[in-house]
């Protein structure tokens, strides 16, 4: 069964639009990994679970994406996804092009 | 919130994600920059008679060194402004000098000595606020993959207690107001 929340009762979300610098070949899986190591790192467990991060878009070939966070934690997310500096050795640079409330006015710029 | 920035980076490398670059001698960019580090401040008349930059940032030590560059008529921007006091602070709001939050120096810290950093900024953030010190918030990028765009430096201001609106200053009216005072722009 699908799980509901009234919609009054559900958390505001942000989407941010970032794209991937570096020569890496990543996958969804590594870049979870990394996000989320990162996330822990610079916020702890608690705030990192408070920032309700998901990757919900990943383009493997354009290195571009989109990560779903709440209102809130929108500056933490950019902040400890510029802390990433390296993945498997490889130096990498995510640059976050635009945040915004939903995923159609992100892809229509 | 805006989707575009008119951003001015004080230190870092020329991008498309700004109008102007400011950089170290020697860097790609728009005007020159140079950086006094703590121990070269007794030569600091040679090294700008020399480099004949546009900017010069003195690098903060302790409080009687951040006292030494906050008082120096040749310096116009106190980078890593830390330890700071209420006295300094009301002092580089007379000598009208600005503090400079470098995004750069912490991402490369690590652990313990990063938490210090951010703490030490966050105390700074709230001193030159109270006082009307002027903050500008750079990238310090010396190549591509150290490159922030301008919404990842005001998600650094946010962070570091910065409100966002004051954030959004520090990158784009602060710079630009104060490389309009030199004559720059």
Known sequence: ?109 | MLRKYSAIDLRGIRNDHYDHVVGLVGDDCDFTAVMIMPDHLRGIKDIISNKRPDVVFAQGKDLSTNRKIIESSEVDILSRPYPIDDTLAKMAQRNDKCFEICARDIIRLKGYIKARAMQSLAKTIELAVKRDVRIVITSGARDRLEVLTPRELVAFGVVLGFEYTRAKGAISNVPRAFLSERGLL
């Not at chain 1, 934690?73 to 498997?88: A, F, R």
Request: one cysteine or more; hydrophobic letters at 40%; glycine letters at 8%.
């Open chain 1, 1 to 109: 069964m699908k799980y509901k929340m009234p919609k009054s009762m559900r958390d505001k979300r942000r989407y941010i639009k970032f794209s991937l610098d570096g020569d890496i070949d990543l996958s969804e899986e590594d870049l979870r990994r990394a996000l989320w190591d990162s996330a822990l790192k610079f916020l702890g467990v608690k705030g990192a679970s408070g920032t309700h991060l998901w990757i919900s878009l990943w383009d493997r070939e354009e290195k571009t994406g989109i990560v779903r966070c709440s209102i809130g934690s929108v500056d933490d997310i950019i902040v400890s996804m510029k802390m990433i500096t390296e993945i498997h050795g490889e130096r990498v640079n995510f640059l976050v092009s635009d945040v915004s409330g939903t995923i159609k006015s992100l892809e229509s710029q």
